[in-house]
């Protein structure tokens, strides 16, 4: 028996997803979650789930950011990303990260099977039309790394700190003193071996992703 996680925010596309691989797939046990504090709860209490589908825009994510810490937590899983967009320079930052496979939305039924056949079995998985063109950065590699060893609520401030907030503003948002604020910016520039916010800004901005089409 194999057992999938589907990891998406749209019950639509999570029954369609279902429906298509009970049709195409054998023994197969297909668990669901709407958003990543489910995804985390999932995992942590099903220690025999084979594969993730995981959506990156899936509320909760947090840009790639969602994707960096479920790879920090269960080092073991192998996680696929299903996404509505198709960025070629996304795709490949998935796959620096370590995720085994890009599967856009698009794709048939048949063929998301297949891939799925092929990452159990340990390949990483792409669109015919796009596995030419995904080529690995060491540099994003290295630094999704620094990034793991970020909290969520550190991540969370470094994401404000792009958007150009002040250290006043972060701590009203967050419903924090400003105090620790400071201490989160901190402890960012000490994890990411940066200087300054405009480092910062640099680093959170190739984490950042843009909603796909239709969303």
């Not at 925010?9 to 046990?29: I, S, W």
């Not at 299903?82 to 070629?88: A, H, I, N, P, R």
């Not at 000490?190 to 239709?214: F, H, M, Y």
Request: proline share 4%.
């Amino acid at each position: 028996m194999i057992t999938l996680l589907i990891a998406d925010d749209h019950p639509l596309y999570r029954d369609a997803l279902r429906g298509a691989l009970n049709a195409h797939m054998d023994e197969v046990e297909i668990l669901e979650a709407s958003d990543m504090g489910q995804a985390i709860e999932q995992l942590q209490q099903n220690k025999d789930i084979d594969l993730l589908l995981l959506d990156l825009h899936m509320p909760g994510s947090q840009d790639l950011f969602g994707l960096i810490h479920i790879r920090k937590t269960f080092p073991d899983l192998p996680v696929a990303v299903v996404s509505g967009s198709e960025d070629k320079n996304i795709i490949s930052k998935v796959i620096d990260i370590g995720a085994l496979g890009f599967v856009p939305k698009t794709t048939n039924a048949a063929d998301i099977a297949k891939a799925i056949q092929s990452m159990l079995e340990g390949e990483v998985w792409l669109p015919e039309n796009f596995s030419g063109d995904v080529t690995e950065d060491p540099e994003f590699a290295e630094l999704a790394d620094k990034i793991a060893t970020l909290t969520p609520a550190q991540y969370k401030v470094l994401c404000m700190l792009r958007d150009g907030l002040l250290n006043k503003q972060i701590g009203y948002s967050l419903g924090i003193a400003e105090k620790t604020v400071k201490t989160h910016i901190t402890s960012i520039f000490k994890k990411l071996d940066i200087s300054n916010r405009t480092q910062a800004v640099i680093i959170a901005t190739q984490l950042q992703l843009e909603a796909p089409s239709g969303e």
